[in-house]
């Protein structure tokens, strides 16, 4: 089956992930696993990729707030809101380009 929008690359990491294997998500990957487990409806990988998010601080809370929203990962959103403690922190998501991307309802949800 011809996937001519999809990276190989990508896909194989996809693969590694759900098939037993010493491959872990990283801040790489992530994004690129989420989508082709949204795409392809695999959930054992947006599960680990959301794990993978609640643990590092390798991605910003932008970024992972976007991934949340995108991909439906509530856990993940609920963990990003909770971290917004002072108007510093807050000010920092506004100047992410992550922020930039959500849409106004969800700005204003929050």
Sequence with gaps: IPLPDISLEE?????YVIYPS???ITSYSCAFILALADRFQIQ???NRAEAY??????????EKFDLSNRFRLERLQKLVLSSF??????QE???????K???ASTKDSM
């Design 85 to 90: 403690k002072t108007l510093a922190s807050l």
């Design 53 to 62: 998010l609640t643990k590092t601080s390798k991605v910003s809370n932008a």
């Design 101 to 103: 991307r959500l849409d």
């Design 44 to 46: 054992c990988a947006t």
């Design 11 to 15: 896909f194989i990491e996809l693969l």
């Design 22 to 24: 010493e491959r872990r």
């Design 93 to 99: 998501l506004n100047a992410d380009p992550h922020f």
